[in-house]
């Protein structure tokens, strides 16, 4: 998704930064004590990491959190000073620049351990490291079986300057069902983990366990400091808006305004037949610019002052929405909502495809030109 302003653009992802501040807002309001990690991986959900970092710590968040040296550095080339974690990256990623730009390294194996270690002698600085262990969700983190030899090896680099431990942290694996058994048995396990840590004489100077919902809705899993990501953009991870405002509208401009006669078919493979005389509007975005094929003949848009439905399929560039007698006087240029404000929440589209919010705002891309708005934008 292209990043700068076009002039007349066809589809946009309008973001809204006062809703992203908006958001953090509640979200240290949950967080109590606790500091806030905005999460602003994936290029910020897709709704710009650099604009919505910058947001993000002017209402209150103390630091950022990406996956990857590569998203961390594109803050950091950006003017961001905050420090800034990333956590899952390859051994062989460049440490080296990580260490040298002051990045937090999220680390979840000793090979990984090893790998910063040369990067920190290379460069001659210590490396900020914090540990990732894995307490049951069993992707990216220590395993149980390695985190001793961790610790032991990070027993002798940190006295010698080597590294600094920031951090310990994880990751939950039902944090989207509150009440479930499994949240307890990570918790307890974190604080093992954090336990033995001090046994080998290793004091993280904070830990963090919740994510966005856990933010929201276990202040018992605060800790030092929460990492909430798609509630800072405003969607919710359970059903409850906890006063959320979403921050990404996805809209086009009508392309062409026609009339269809009845019994005439609209798109590729005439799935739809009009019924009757009609007029439809051509909306140029498709599944190349992230308008889900699957979603053909079953979603609606804002436009001409009411949700307007598609009918025929979804095509690479373009799908079409029925219009009626068009008594609202669509034309060429108006402005369709597909999803965000003022029109369908992107959750409407997560339910017709049986995904989640987040894929759907993830979508927008190849000629979706990206716009912010708000006291943030530039």
């Given at each position: 998704?292209?990043?700068?302003?076009?002039?007349?653009?066809?589809?946009?992802?309008?973001?809204?930064?006062?809703?992203?501040?908006?958001?953090?807002?509640?979200?240290?309001?949950?967080?109590?004590?606790?500091?806030?990690?905005?999460?602003?991986?994936?290029?910020?959900?897709?709704?710009?990491?650099?604009?919505?970092?910058?947001?993000?710590?002017?209402?209150?968040?103390?630091?950022?959190?990406?996956?990857?040296?590569?998203?961390?550095?594109?803050?950091?080339?950006?003017?961001?000073?905050?420090?800034i974690?990333?956590?899952?990256?390859?051994?062989?990623?460049?440490?080296?620049?990580?260490?040298?730009?002051?990045?937090?390294?999220?680390?979840?194996?000793?090979?990984?351990?090893?790998?910063?270690?040369?990067?920190?002698?290379?460069?001659?600085?210590?490396?900020?490291?914090?540990?990732?262990?894995?307490?049951g969700?069993?992707?990216?983190?220590?395993?149980?079986?390695?985190?001793?030899?961790?610790?032991?090896?990070?027993?002798?680099?940190?006295?010698?300057?080597?590294?600094?431990?920031?951090?310990?942290?994880?990751?939950?694996?039902?944090?989207?069902?509150?009440?479930?058994?499994?949240?307890?048995?990570?918790?307890?396990?974190?604080v093992?983990?954090?336990?033995?840590?001090?046994?080998?004489?290793?004091?993280p100077?904070?830990?963090?366990?919740?994510?966005?919902?856990?933010?929201?809705?276990?202040?018992?899993?605060?800790?030092?400091?929460?990492?909430?990501?798609?509630?800072?953009?405003?969607?919710?991870?359970i059903?409850?808006?906890?006063?959320?405002?979403?921050?990404?509208?996805?809209?086009?401009?009508?392309?062409?305004?026609?009339?269809?006669?009845?019994?005439?078919?609209?798109?590729?493979?005439?799935?739809?037949?009009?019924?009757?005389?009609?007029?439809?509007?051509?909306?140029?975005?498709?599944?190349a610019?992230?308008v889900?094929?699957?979603?053909?003949?079953?979603?609606?848009?804002?436009?001409?002052?009411?949700?307007?439905?598609?009918?025929?399929?979804?095509?690479?560039?373009?799908?079409?929405?029925?219009?009626?007698?068009?008594?609202?006087?669509?034309?060429?240029?108006?402005?369709?909502?597909?999803?965000?404000?003022?029109?369908?929440?992107?959750?409407?589209?997560?339910?017709?495809?049986?995904?989640?919010?987040?894929?759907?705002?993830?979508?927008?891309?190849?000629?979706?030109?990206?716009?912010h708005?708000?006291?943030?934008a530039?």
């Amino acid at each position: 998704m292209a990043g700068s302003v076009t002039v007349n653009a066809q589809v946009e992802a309008v973001v809204d930064l006062d809703a992203i501040a908006h958001n953090v807002r509640i979200l240290r309001e949950h967080a109590g004590d606790a500091a806030v990690m905005a999460v602003v991986k994936a290029d910020g959900y897709n709704h710009g990491a650099v604009e919505v970092g910058r947001a993000a710590l002017a209402a209150g968040a103390a630091e950022l959190g990406v996956t990857t040296v590569g998203e961390a550095m594109t803050l950091r080339q950006a003017g961001i000073t905050a420090p800034i974690l990333c956590w899952l990256n390859n051994a062989d990623a460049d440490f080296a620049a990580a260490i040298a730009a002051d990045i937090e390294i999220g680390v979840s194996s000793l090979k990984h351990l090893r790998a910063v270690e040369q990067a920190a002698r290379t460069v001659g600085r210590p490396a900020t490291v914090t540990l990732k262990v894995d307490t049951g969700l069993h992707r990216n983190g220590i395993a149980p079986d390695e985190y001793p030899q961790v610790l032991a090896a990070l027993e002798k680099l940190v006295p010698e300057g080597a590294m600094r431990l920031r951090a310990i942290f994880s990751h939950l694996a039902h944090a989207d069902e509150p009440e479930h058994p499994f949240l307890d048995v990570q918790r307890d396990r974190f604080v093992e983990a954090i336990a033995a840590a001090k046994t080998y004489g290793l004091e993280p100077e904070l830990v963090h366990l919740a994510n966005s919902a856990a933010t929201l809705t276990r202040p018992d899993l605060a800790f030092d400091l929460v990492r909430p990501g798609i509630a800072m953009y405003g969607l919710s991870p359970i059903p409850e808006d906890f006063g959320l405002r979403p921050a990404m509208t996805l809209q086009a401009r009508v392309a062409l305004v026609k009339p269809v006669a009845a019994g005439e078919g609209v798109s590729y493979g005439h799935q739809w037949i009009a019924p009757h005389d009609t007029t439809v509007a051509l909306i140029p975005a498709g599944y190349a610019d992230g308008v889900f094929r699957p979603l053909s003949n079953r979603f609606e848009v804002w436009l001409g002052g009411a949700r307007r439905r598609n009918v025929g399929r979804v095509c690479m560039d373009q799908f079409v929405v029925d219009l009626g007698d068009n008594a609202a006087g669509v034309a060429e240029g108006d402005t369709a909502v597909l999803f965000g404000s003022g029109g369908p929440h992107p959750q409407e589209w997560a339910d017709l495809l049986d995904t989640i919010h987040y894929e759907v705002v993830c979508a927008p891309r190849g000629r979706v030109v990206r716009r912010h708005v708000g006291a943030g934008a530039q």
